[in-house]
């Protein structure tokens, strides 16, 4: 894979300046997401989740420019806090970096291009397994994929304080402490209470359960098995949690009617 080595890029395993702002460059399918979720969450403003926040579909391209004005709004305040803030779009429009670079420059914070310069078929055969309204037609990708490679020797004199290659930094340390620090406040292991016998409950119906879920002491509601109500505003469910639900042994949870 090629690399971008230019005069004045990071040598190889660097770290990137904090704070900055990181526009990421590559085609759809290159993994720019994936490169994104090595940072925590709110510091990556992800243009297909603006494009499902203000029309439902992030694959809606005629939502672009509102799209782009709401990222804008967001990145404003970020950069006027210093905080360090990653641009997940494809970024191949000079214009769009040139907006990125303008603003980063307004807030005093260095910007750096990360260049994510996976090979076209690879990005092209990636749209295969995605949903309809998200996969880019193979033309649409081979064209930013083209314009990718033309910018890259242009990008310092874009005003990017940086350019590197994505096979040229070390991120997966930082995306294993994002994601082993959750699980240790999870288990307690952060000094913390931790889920405890939430954890089952979690696994099963995912965290937005968990603020409304209480056990109860009520086991004679359930032969003897555990009971739980779940309960917001007026509404209240009592749920069952049964250690064979299926037969083969497998824990699950049944609504009691009352
Ligand atoms: N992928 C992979 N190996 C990598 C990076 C990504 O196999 N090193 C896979 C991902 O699992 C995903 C696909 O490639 O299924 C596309 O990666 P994604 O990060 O979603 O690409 P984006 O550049 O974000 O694509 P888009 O511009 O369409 O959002
Ligand atoms: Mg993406």
Not at 23 to 33: T, Y
Not at 109 to 127: G, H, M, S
Not at 167 to 179: F, K, N, Q, T
Not at 233 to 258: H, K, M, P
Request: net charge negative.
């Amino acid at each position: 894979m090629k690399t971008f080595r230019l005069d004045n890029a990071l040598p190889l395993n660097t770290t990137i300046p904090e704070p900055s702002l990181i526009c990421l460059i590559g085609a759809a399918g290159s993994g720019k997401s994936t490169w994104a979720s090595t940072w925590p969450d709110t510091q990556v403003l992800e243009l297909d989740r603006f494009r499902a926040m203000v029309s439902d579909d992030g694959g809606c391209q005629e939502s672009t420019a509102d799209a782009v004005f709401a990222l804008q709004a967001v990145l404003e305040a970020r950069l006027a806090r210093r905080k360090m803030t990653v641009i997940d779009a494809t970024n191949c429009e000079k214009s769009v970096r040139a907006d990125l670079v303008a603003t980063a420059r307004r807030h005093g914070l260095p910007t750096v291009a990360l260049v994510i310069a996976t090979l076209a078929d690879v990005c092209v055969e990636r749209q295969e397994g995605r949903p309809a309204n998200r996969q880019v037609p193979e033309h649409v990708v081979r064209a930013q994929h083209a314009a990718m490679v033309e910018v890259v020797p242009g990008l310092p004199d874009e005003g990017f304080d940086y350019v590197v290659g994505a096979e040229g930094i070390s991120r997966l340390e930082a995306l294993l402490h994002c994601v082993s620090d959750s699980r240790r406040a999870d288990l307690g292991w952060d000094g913390g209470e931790g889920l405890g016998d939430l954890l089952l409950v979690r696994r099963y119906f995912g965290p937005e359960i968990l603020p409304l879920w209480r056990w109860r002491d009520a086991s004679v509601l359930a032969d003897g098995d555990r009971v739980a109500e779940v309960r917001l505003g007026a509404d209240s469910l009592y749920l069952a949690q049964r250690t064979d639900i299926d037969g083969e042994g497998d824990v699950g949870f049944e609504v009691l009617v009352a």
